[in-house]
């Protein structure tokens, strides 16, 4: 199989964990980042699955903006560069 190199920066015990656990579950660490790559690849999607709460401050954010979309408080869509500047300078941005 022909294979190429990927360098990546983590933090030691990121990867020593990382390791730990792939090797308890019987996989190379280099498997599962392949695996991830090739799903990756396939879906054209990023999913991360975080275990920590949101910030009160991003709940806080999120309602804000929840509230503003319902009320219209929202700019349209642009297809270009060109049309969202204008859209701005007729707000006086």
Do not use: C, H
């Not at 498997?31 to 975080?50: E, M, Q």
């Amino acid at each position: 199989m022909n294979t190429a190199v990927i360098n990546i920066k983590t933090d030691p015990k990121v990867k020593t964990d990382a390791q730990k656990i792939a090797r308890q579950i019987g996989v190379s660490l280099s498997s599962l980042i392949n695996a991830y790559l090739k799903r990756f690849i396939g879906t054209k999607r990023v999913k991360l699955d975080l275990k920590e709460e949101p910030s009160p401050y991003l709940v806080k954010m999120l309602k804000k903006a929840d509230k503003d979309i319902k009320a219209g408080r929202v700019s349209p869509g642009f297809k270009t560069g060109e049309e969202a500047v204008a859209w701005l300078e007729k707000q006086g941005i």
